[in-house]
């Protein structure tokens, strides 16, 4: 991993495409916030600005041990991180102020959990406007337990990525109902937390979607509500009354609700006369229904209009999230062991096979070897990566581009909806409305656009600032590594419980502290406040390159050299002598608590000087050794039986590799062996790891195929009341889940898609 300084901006100009560097001025920008200084950022842009290329590229070459998380289970695949709720383990339903130290703890952190927290130094939280105030405020107390207690999020840099003006956080009229008293908006910038900090914004200028200059400004007119009768002419003069998209395009029709889309894709589906074909997802291990990506039952038919759901993860690069297709078929592989969906693109003209692809479902855990920050895989998902897509909601859209597009958007409900689905579209001319818009189909939110006026007003200033803040942060960062008087604090209160309780017995080993005591102070502490003053000094005559200055670099390696030779003389024979034996309980644990402060703070010091005298001193590196010393200590303070423990994890590490070796096995198939031995679906799925519904899935196959009968699965009275509520919608399509709002509690998902399906 390479190490990032204060010059490091070059690092993320020359890692990202040739288009984005001819207009990265802001990505720099924030990049130097984050990679030098330890300023919080917002980050924030226009729609097709580039905010998720910029995330990408920040995953790449990571400059600070950080996480990123999101408000929803399908934001975070998207992102490759974690749910905020998970990665916290806050529940769900508001965090009134003042009562989440009070409230159950439903789960208990794990020390992995709170050791990863401890060495954090960037929290990247994307979606951001979909993040609810109290949400944050929730992190903040999360944090505060684990880090700094007295500063806001324990004082980790937040990286917060997200448009206002898109989707809105949800605060459904009950929730907001006990909000409300203790916050004047739902949005995140009203968590009390955010308001003690001092935070940057970095607005992404430069739009890469739309090229054309009179629909960029009608867009922008839109997204701040400044609407004259000129973008109202210019929008409905793309209405067109009983709109048909032409035979052979891709068009895709976007609406405001899930039931508009539903329907419109299953009209277009019946009128289809091709066999419909099913397929099911395989499911495997941790992988919550909440977050599929896509549907674990995709019923398609040949000549049905599909999109692309994920971007070609193999080094074809045939399809992207969002391309539009046309199912003309399925074939086997050259192996005839997978099945392939025959997809026509008329955008290049190109057929594309399409297999199956995988999302995984990680959660972050720290490196056993390396100590750093990594992703382990929970649970996976697997499924071919395309939906119906003769219609998706504006929801669903979120992040997509289309060349054609049919907008049905009168019924908007939301802040930011109507501009989200204009925002989708490349040009003005390959958009239609299905009606003519209606001003009051534009909502927008008032506290909203006076939080972004004043943001956008202050990061005016905000490059200005950025000198002085890489300054500071350098500068912190140097007091901070030689700064030791907590050190000095800890052996001086060990010298006072060994003065006061246990001076007779052991006389040696208090002189031995009383004479490192006096030297820590006269040796190091002394001298660390003067050469304090010299590389203060050093770095004003730097003119800001101070990262790159050689002189003072040389001073920093000779300084650390004599600090660490000068720890071990006088504090190795403290070490050396530390194991007494202590009859009296209180005066014991006293002891211990006074030893453990004191290990800590000079393990933390000799760790840190040990690795950056071997590879110079830089933000990113000492970080790393801060960290990677910090974890040292926490493993040594852990490892009362610790050869056991470490054949332990050898063991169940040898057996999870042995399992996952073995030979693949049709999973359809296995679960019908397990069906026909006289398991049930809720036996089937808890032995395989697998969800009910999938295990539902794999025998709906084989009630296909003529060799399960569902009568074996689901009773008929079951049958015959799940097939009467269904019928009570009437033609409007329903949900499993809204069919199991209606029927006893004794009635599970799997029967209810058993039946809805055959």
Same mark, same amino acid.
């Given at each position: ?86 990665? %916290?383990? *806050? ?62 999020? &324990? ?6 990525? &997200? ?27 009203? =968590? ?50 009983? %709109? ?34 099913? %397929? ?33 993860? =193999? ?6 999230? $969002? ?25 290049? $003209? ?187 000094? *050093? ?58 402060? %004191? ?21 990113? &590196? ?8 910090? *974890? ?64 539902? $899935? ?61």
């Amino acid at each position: 991993m390479s190490y990032i300084d204060s010059a490091s901006e070059d690092v993320f100009a020359s890692s990202v495409e040739e288009d984005v560097r001819q207009h990265n001025r802001e990505m720099n920008l924030a990049w130097q916030f984050i990679a030098s200084t330890n300023m919080s950022v917002f980050l924030t842009g226009k729609a097709g600005t580039g905010k998720t290329t910029f995330l990408r590229k920040l995953r790449e070459i990571t400059p600070k041990r950080m996480v990123v998380l999101a408000p929803t289970g399908v934001a975070a695949i998207n992102a490759q991180g974690q749910t905020i709720h998970s990665f %916290f383990q *806050l529940p769900f339903g508001p965090n009134i102020p003042g009562q989440q130290g009070e409230r159950k703890s439903y789960y208990k952190v794990s020390k992995e959990k709170k050791n990863l927290i401890r060495t954090l130094d960037l929290l990247v939280i994307d979606e951001i406007s979909m993040v609810r105030c109290d949400v944050l405020d929730a992190i903040d107390t999360e944090l505060r337990k684990y880090r700094d207690h007295s500063k806001p999020f &324990g004082g980790v840099q937040l990286l917060l990525i &997200g448009d206002l003006q898109q989707l809105a956080p949800v605060a459904q009229e009950r929730e907001w109902s006990l909000l409300s008293p203790y916050y004047t908006t739902p949005y995140f910038f009203g =968590s009390h937390a955010l308001e003690q900090i001092e935070y940057v914004t970095v607005e992404l200028q430069h739009i890469y979607r739309q090229q054309d200059a009179d629909f960029i400004n009608v867009l922008a007119k839109i997204r701040t509500n400044n609407i004259d009768d000129s973008v109202i002419q210019a929008l409905n003069s793309r209405y067109v009354k009983d %709109f048909v998209p032409p035979v052979g395009e891709d068009w895709i029709r976007l609406t405001t609700h899930n039931r508009m889309a539903q329907e419109y894709n299953d009209k277009m589906l019946h009128s289809l006369h091709a066999e419909p074909m099913t %397929f099911h997802a395989e499911v495997h291990r941790n992988f919550p229904e909440t977050s599929y990506p896509a549907d674990e039952a995709l019923l398609l038919k040949t000549g049905a209009q599909v999109m692309f759901i994920k971007n070609d993860p =193999s080094a074809a690069k045939e399809y992207y999230n $969002g391309k539009i297709g046309v199912v003309q078929g399925v074939e086997w592989d050259n192996d005839g062991e997978n099945m392939l969906i025959r997809v026509f693109c008329k955008e290049d $003209g190109k057929t594309i096979l399409v297999s199956k692809v995988v999302w995984e479902n990680t959660k972050y855990v720290i490196d056993d070897k390396t100590g750093d920050i990594r992703e382990e895989v929970e649970g996976t998902f697997t499924q071919y990566p395309l939906r119906l897509a003769w219609a998706i909601t504006v929801h669903k859209s979120q992040g997509l581009t289309f060349d054609h597009a049919v907008l049905d958007i009168n019924d908007s409900f939301t802040h930011g909806q109507v501009y989200v689905a204009l925002s989708r579209c490349r040009t003005l001319q390959g958009m239609v409305l299905s009606r003519p818009l209606a001003l009051r189909s534009v909502i927008t939110d008032a506290s909203v656009n006076a939080y972004i006026d004043k943001e956008l007003a202050e990061a005016q200033q905000t490059e200005d600032k950025l000198p002085q803040m890489k300054y500071e942060y350098y500068f912190h960062l140097l007091n901070e590594m030689f700064d030791f008087r907590t050190l000095k604090s800890d052996l001086g209160y060990m010298v006072r419980v060994v003065g006061e309780h246990l001076a007779a017995s052991y006389p040696d080993f208090l002189s031995i502290m009383k004479d490192s005591y006096a030297k820590l102070d006269a040796d190091i502490i002394t001298v660390a406040l003067k050469f304090g003053n010299q590389y203060q000094q *050093l770095m004003a005559q730097s003119q800001g390159n101070f990262a790159k200055d050689e002189k003072l670099n040389e001073r920093l390696m000779a300084a650390m050299g004599y600090f660490q030779k000068k720890l071990h003389e006088l504090l190795d024979p403290v070490m050396a002598s530390t194991k007494l034996v202590i009859n009296n309980k209180q005066v014991k644990n006293q002891y211990n608590n006074a030893l453990d402060a %004191f290990t800590l703070s000079y393990k933390m010091k000799t760790g840190v000087f040990s690795r950056l005298l071997s590879t110079g001193f830089s933000v990113r &590196g000492y970080l790393n050794a801060k960290a990677l010393a910090s *974890l040292d200590e926490v493993k040594v303070s852990e490892e009362g039986v610790s050869i056991s423990d470490a054949a332990s994890k050898k063991k169940k590490k040898e057996e999870k590799e042995a399992k996952e070796k073995k030979p693949k096995v049709d999973t359809r198939a296995e679960s019908y062996r397990l069906f026909r031995e006289g398991n049930t679906i809720a036996e089937i799925a808890k032995q395989r790891s697998l969800t009910e519904g999938t295990i539902a $899935g794999h025998l709906a196959t084989y009630i296909e195929k003529g060799e399960v009968n569902l009568n074996e699965l689901v009773s008929t009275q079951h049958q015959n009341i799940i097939r009467g509520v269904a019928r009570s919608f009437g033609n409007k399509a329903c949900t499993i889940s809204e069919v199991k709002a209606l029927l006893p509690d004794d009635y599970t998902y799997a029967e209810i898609k058993l039946v809805l399906t055959n």
